[in-house]
């Protein structure tokens, strides 16, 4: 502990002092690290103390390098240092372009800000739409359900999606590829229509994606459509007949038949008051009314009899939605019994309409066949007809709406004798009774 040498190249100068201060932190116990001039040249010095079994210091070991030696090692390795930098961003770059394009091949070239709004825009695509939207990658697996979807699909005691018929859709389209348009599912209760499709990456399937509405709302719309239409038709026959009444009026005018003429315009006016006027006096809603002078039409082409009693009195009515569900339930009703009748030479539908007290009640009787006894509690059940095949909807929508609004739909029917239905409905008219 004295700095006395012990070993060193330089045999000559062994056992003489250590030259130099930066042996003394280490003579105290501590690590060194300097630079200095020892016997041979300048020279970088690692100091590290030596202890015995009981950890008392007995000496110090130091290590020197020259200086020059240093020099030449940096200067012959700086080379080195730089290729091989270069070489490393070389490779950085290389991989941070190839990562990049990858990344724009799989996000189709979008930036991010661009993604995040089309991303917000989707979002807000799908829960506008009432059509109920699902998807699923190449396992099957439901990767996307909008709220539409499962309010149709878990409003009902069969709550699982893989349960559903849609899920066997996607599964087919999946495996073959190929689109399905236009299907007809039941679920809950419901019956949808259903387009599912596969979504492709290039040639792939990478999964299946399926749409559906509930038949029901497509078919209100068309009964809907179906009555304006049938008010259209009554105002254009109307008109037509007229047109066809001036022309005789001319022609007897040009021929001065005045006793003809007088003749027939009476029975005109005759033959109005008891059909259209009547009409129009006992059915003050001017839609119902014209509805039902079509409905009167159509039954003479068929070569049947639609008789509106006498004591039927209907006011107008503001509620839109009421006069729809009653064109809607009326024309349903009437024409099945002018079909339920076409085997037959000649018959009656007789129609009574009474309004009492804020509600309207409805009568539609035919002469027709008739239902059988066993088919009287199924005729209101989605799909039940005796016409064929995809029937079966018109008194389901018809008792449907009518429970929607709080009223009710029934029947009674005589084999080979009548068939009566009873309508009842509220009608929001200004008189309180009638």
Known sequence: MDGIRYSHPNSQIIGKPFIGDDIRPTLAGKENVAVNHGVLAPAL?????????????????????????????IAASRWDVILTVLFSALVCAVGTWSLVRGLKRVLLGLEPQEISTQFQQRQAMLHSLKEGVVAVDTDG??????PAARDILFNGPGNDIAQTPLLADLQEVL?????????ELGCNGLLLISNTVPVRDEDDVVGAISTFRDKTEVSQ????????????????????????????????????SYDKLEEYVLQTAH?????????????????????????????????????????????????????TVLVTVLGNLIENALDAMSGQAEGEVGLLLHY????????????????PE????????KGFSTKGENRGVGLFLASQQLRELGGSLAVESEPGVFTQFFVHLPWDSKRKSA
């Open 374 to 381: 066993a088919f009287i509690d199924d005729i209101f059940n």
């Open 175 to 183: 495996q073959t590829g190929e689109p399905i348009y236009d299907r």
């Open 45 to 73: 010095r690692v100091f590290t103390p030596v202890f015995d079994d009981s950890r008392r210091q007995i000496g110090v070991v130091a290590i020197g390098i020259s200086l020059s030696k240093v020099d030449t090692q």
């Open 271 to 323: 033959t109005y008051q008891a059909d259209i006027g009547e009409i129009q006096h006992r059915i003050k809603s001017p839609v119902v009314a014209g509805f039902l002078i079509g409905k009167i039409q159509r039954a003479k082409e068929r070569g049947f009899t639609l008789t509106l009693a006498e004591e039927s009195l209907v006011p107008d009515c503001p509620n839109e939605k009421q006069v």
């Open 356 to 371: 009492q007290n804020g509600w309207l009640s409805g009568e539609v009787s035919d002469d027709g066949p008739g239902i």
């Open 221 to 256: 719309l068309l009964q809907r459509l179906d009555g304006m239409v049938n008010y259209v038709d009554a105002l254009r026959t109307t008109s037509h007949e007229f047109m066809n009444k001036l022309h005789v009026i001319l022609g007897l005018l040009n021929m001065k």
């Open 141 to 146: 697996k439901v990767t996307l359900i909008n």
